[in-house]
């Protein structure tokens, strides 16, 4: 073989893994499990041997304690690992050293797995370090908020933020499973609750009008929590983003379309000015409100169109404006503006020059737009304001 030849390689790598919806899965003083969990407990059992770690979200187990215990006897673990949850815990610096730490000290290998119980942030940190620890441990996700049920904890991404950006640091290795366990979410705060909200909306207008259109129905039965239209909602709205990611043609993010985040880039934007007192949701939805402006903006969408979005989300219990966004409704050169601008700059440089933003051109139709003037985001923003 002479050194001037070529070497083709190429092979491809089949994904699939089980994701479980049922309510009850674990049985304790206190917890009681209703019968509609068998798949995934027999599911569970297959899966024991190789279990070698449980983290677990402080949030879960803060209010009702025998939960901990309930998790440790049902993966025969003793030693769980509770680690404050929320956003803090993908800004923790060495996060993923200690994690690390911790499972060299265990003297777990690349054929073991952890189960990770928690919402979003402590999925995507926990699941990171599993995704790096000796090329890759397996983890198994219990995603215990409404937002992770049905986005963050069923999809292939893992992260933590850096340098005040968002999973700035991250990395695609899907999960062995997912397990959304319904009842894990009656501890959850109103506001941990409504956030997952946003992100079907979100998936609802870029994909789905039936599925838009069944929220509008039934936005006062989701506000007060009627668990038959919640279980519907976590459902359909982690089944749509998983075609997404199945069917869409790119799981790995290799080209510039990212459909599943309209309304992210403002909502990133808020996220990280406000320190975090928006959650990911409340800032999704702002970004909502904001980007079906947008699409008026543009020429894109009816404007009643952007009043029925905007009085859906508010009927969901979501915020559709914010300080920020109002004190950046002046010039497009003013630092306020700039501050918020700098999503959309963000996004661009993420995805290597070419900025790719999903609008909407209907209710349940997502479109990709590829240049966004300033002047356009100004006007949008003024457009939510007038309705506020
Ligand atoms: N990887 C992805 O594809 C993806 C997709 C969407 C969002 N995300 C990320 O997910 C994060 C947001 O996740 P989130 O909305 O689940 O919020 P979160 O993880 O920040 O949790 C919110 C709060 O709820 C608490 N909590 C969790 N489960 C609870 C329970 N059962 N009972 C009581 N309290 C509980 C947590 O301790 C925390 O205080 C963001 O960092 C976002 O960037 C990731
Ligand atoms: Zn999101």
């Known amino acids: 073989m002479s050194f001037s030849s070529r070497i083709d390689v190429q092979f491809r790598i089949p994904y699939s893994y089980p994701v479980f919806l049922t309510d009850g899965l674990f049985s304790a003083p206190g917890i009681s499990g209703n019968g509609e969990n068998l798949s995934a407990a027999e599911y569970l059992k297959t899966q024991k041997n190789s279990v070698a770690d449980l983290i677990v979200d402080e949030g879960v187990v803060a209010k009702v304690p025998d939960r901990l215990q309930a998790f440790k006897s049902f993966f025969e673990i003793e030693d769980a690992l509770v680690l404050t949850g929320g956003e803090a815990i993908k800004e923790q610096p060495d996060i993923v050293d200690k994690l690390h730490q911790r499972w060299l000290g265990k003297e777990l290998d690349r054929h073991k797995q952890v189960v990770i119980i928690g919402g979003g942030a ?4 926990a699941g990171f370090a599993a995704s790096l620890f000796h090329r890759g441990m397996g983890h198994i996700r219990m995603p215990s908020t409404v937002l992770a049920q049905n986005d963050a904890g069923v999809g292939v991404k893992n992260g933590v933020n850096k340098f005040e950006q968002k999973n700035f640091v991250g990395c695609f290795k899907p999960p062995t499973a997912v397990i959304n366990d319904y009842q894990l979410l009656s501890t959850l705060e109103d506001q941990d609750f409504y956030s997952g909200y946003a992100e079907a909306v979100k998936v609802a207008l870029i994909r789905s009008p039936a599925f838009y259109s069944w929220l509008t129905h039934n936005s006062e039965a ?50 990280v000015l406000t320190n975090h007192q928006l959650t990911h949701g409340e800032a999704v939805a702002i970004g909502i409100a904001s980007d079906t402006a947008l699409s008026v903006e543009l020429g894109l969408l009816e404007a009643e169109h952007l009043n029925q979005v905007v009085s859906l989300l508010r009927g969901l219990k979501l915020p559709v404006f914010h300080e920020l966004v109002s004190a950046a409704c002046e010039t497009p ?27 909407l051109k209907g209710l349940g139709k997502g479109f990709a737009v590829n240049e966004i003037k300033p002047e356009q985001v100004l006007s949008a923003f003024r457009r939510v304001a007038g309705l506020c």
Do not use: M, T
């Not at 506000?223 to 976590?234: G, T």
């Open 122 to 125: 402590v999925l995507d940190a």
């Open 222 to 271: 989701l506000a007060s929590k009627k668990p038959e239209q919640v279980k519907y909602l976590i459902a359909l709205c982690a089944q749509l983003h998983l075609n997404q990611i199945s069917q869409g043609g790119d799981p790995f993010e290799e080209g510039s379309a990212r459909p599943l985040d309209f309304g992210h880039w403002l909502g990133h934007r808020l996220e």
């Open 333 to 359: 050169q003013s630092e306020s503006f700039l501050k918020l601008y700098k999503g959309l700059e963000d996004f661009r440089q993420h995805l290597g020059g070419q900025l790719s933003i999903e609008l």
